[in-house]
């Protein structure tokens, strides 16, 4: 029994020696979908036909695959692609489509969150500003815009917490996160157990308090 939990101990070690990697690319992934998310809601929102089609589309394939494929897709098929047409293409580092992808598939489920946040706000704020003497422009980005961020804040923060589950799969495509260190310590050692269940504590070390930090905040919200 000592020697399992030498073992364990051993095991959640190297598993959160890939947590800056994990966060890092959660972090930069939810920033990026959440920009890519705003100007996907706003097409979604659009009149114009055409850009309507084109982030539904967007969000349709994106959120219909799952985040492995197109990690895939981005970091062997796109180089193999080129090659096979008589380019010489590779990535410099699997980092790189890695996080790509991860802020593109966050930016899918990001434009749902920040629509619904838009239409939550009362469109008598556009009605408001429009007869302060403020552009429709300008009232986005200065009423409405800044009460929609408020109101999906919680919606964010359980984005997050679901990127931070979700990078699990860039282990796959050689990128040494949580879940790779895991995998190589159990490659190491034959430790399978103890190496895994390691790479599982390290996970809600830091899921749990998250949790909890977003339902405080929808508490919060739900005060207001």
């Known amino acids: 029994m000592i020697e399992f ?11 959160f020696k890939g947590a800056p990697t994990t966060l890092g690319v959660s972090a930069l992934a939810v920033v990026v979908g959440l920009v890519l998310g705003f100007l996907l809601a706003f097409m ?25 494929v197109q990690v895939f ?11 096979n047409n008589g380019g010489d293409f590779r990535w410099s580092s699997l980092m790189i489509p ?17 629509r619904g946040g838009l239409q939550a706000v009362d469109p008598g704020q556009l009605e408001a500003a ?16 800044p009460q929609a961020i408020r109101i999906i804040m919680p919606a964010l923060g359980n984005e997050f917490i679901t990127m931070i589950k979700e990078t ?21 050692t034959f430790n399978t157990f103890p190496a895994y269940l390691g790479v599982a504590i390290v996970y809600l070390v830091f899921t749990i308090p ?11 919200m739900s005060d207001n």
């Open 5 to 15: 939990f030498q073992q364990l101990g051993v095991g959640i070690v190297m598993a």
């Open 44 to 68: 979604r929102m659009s009149k114009i036909k055409v850009l309507r089609g084109l982030s539904t589309f967007y969000v349709d394939v994106v959120r219909g695959t799952p985040l492995v």
């Open 73 to 83: 897709i981005a970091a062997y098929g796109i180089p193999t692609l080129i090659q």
């Open 98 to 114: 890695a996080l790509i992808m991860c802020g593109c598939n966050s930016a899918a489920y990001m434009a749902e969150i920040v």
């Open 130 to 145: 429009a007869s302060l003497g403020m552009t429709h422009s300008q009232a986005m980005r200065l009423v409405v815009v």
């Open 168 to 188: 699990a799969v860039l282990s796959f495509a050689g990128v040494v996160e949580i879940m790779r260190r895991g995998a190589l310590y159990s490659a190491a």
């Open 210 to 220: 998250l949790s909890k930090l977003v339902l405080v905040m929808e508490k919060k």
